[in-house]
């Protein structure tokens, strides 16, 4: 177990979130767009199918957890592992085989509304947390959020969900990497999601006029998503980073 020193309180590994609702968009986009995006960190894109990459887009309110309550968007692409080819066998085995040889979610843009949770991110896993204005309306069918930086729209994101999964039957996460100040990290964890709904298709995106924004632009967005997926009530644990 190791300690962490946040705004003069003492946080430990793993860190716990009880309490959660998340909603996810995923995206195929040019895997040459995509390694552009992504170069500073030295890792590399998978291809889930020819030229094409994973892009996920994903929001998040966080009602009880160890970094208390917060609201979260996210900005993840699936990489491939260190070694070996990327996998070319259609997207759903792709996917199968890369979650079997150790791909993972890049991180590249986390925004937040709380200035604790932006700093235990950031020192705690090496996280690109920084301050934003999140807006998520998860009371009615359609979850939305709404995302501003800077007093600029980032994008606003709405996904339908679809048709409920068996328990069980949620994939099991990847690892997670980051990448700042110059140190890439790789994190495990795991998380129990219960009410879970996915569908093809799913999601409606409008972008706004933040450079984020303009990247994903660039990236081919807005499209029709691959799959969208609800989490109406989620578990998570968070181990230590390590240094790679």
């Known amino acids: 177990m190791a300690r962490h020193l946040i705004q003069g309180r003492e946080?430990?590994?793993?860190?716990?979130?009880?309490?959660?609702?998340?909603?996810?968009?995923s995206y195929l986009v040019r895997a040459d767009a995509a390694r552009a995006v992504i170069a500073y960190s030295g890792l590399d894109v998978a291809e889930?199918?020819?030229?094409?990459?994973?892009?996920?887009?994903g929001f998040a309110d966080y009602v009880d957890g160890d970094l208390d309550a917060y609201r979260e968007f996210g900005v993840a692409f699936l990489i491939r592992p260190?070694?070996?080819?990327?996998?070319?066998?259609?997207?759903?085995?792709?996917?199968s085989e890369l979650r079997r040889t150790g791909a993972g979610a890049f991180v590249h843009w986390l925004p937040v509304d709380r200035r604790f949770a932006l700093e235990a991110g950031r020192a705690i896993w090496g996280l690109?947390?920084?301050?934003?204005?999140?807006?998520?309306?998860?009371?009615?069918?359609?979850?939305?959020?709404?995302v501003r930086k800077d007093g600029?729209?980032?994008?606003?994101?709405?996904?339908?969900?679809?048709?409920?999964?068996?328990?069980?039957g949620a994939l099991a996460p990847v690892d997670a990497y980051t990448h700042l100040d110059g140190v890439t990290r790789r994190t495990s964890w795991s998380?129990?999601?219960?009410?879970?709904?996915?569908?093809?298709?799913?999601?409606?995106?409008?972008?706004?006029?933040?450079?984020?924004?303009?990247?994903?632009?660039?990236?081919?967005?807005?499209?029709?998503?691959?799959?969208?997926?609800?989490?109406?009530?989620?578990?998570?644990?968070?181990?230590?980073?390590?240094?790679?």
């Open 11 to 25: 946080i430990s590994t793993p860190v716990r979130i009880r309490n959660a609702t998340a909603c996810s968009a």
């Open 48 to 57: 889930v199918l020819p030229g094409k990459a994973l892009c996920v887009l």
């Open 82 to 95: 260190d070694t070996g080819p990327p996998p070319r066998r259609g997207l759903g085995g792709g996917l």
């Open 128 to 146: 690109p947390t920084e301050l934003a204005d999140i807006d998520l309306r998860l009371s009615s069918p359609y979850k939305r959020c709404i």
């Open 152 to 168: 600029r729209l980032v994008l606003d994101l709405l996904v339908k969900p679809g048709l409920p999964v068996p328990a069980g």
């Open 191 to 244: 998380m129990s999601p219960r009410r879970v709904r996915t569908r093809p298709g799913g999601a409606l995106i409008r972008l706004g006029n933040h450079p984020v924004a303009k990247e994903l632009s660039e990236l081919g967005l807005p499209k029709h998503a691959v799959m969208t997926a609800t989490t109406s009530q989620l578990t998570m644990s968070f181990g230590e980073a390590k240094d790679l």
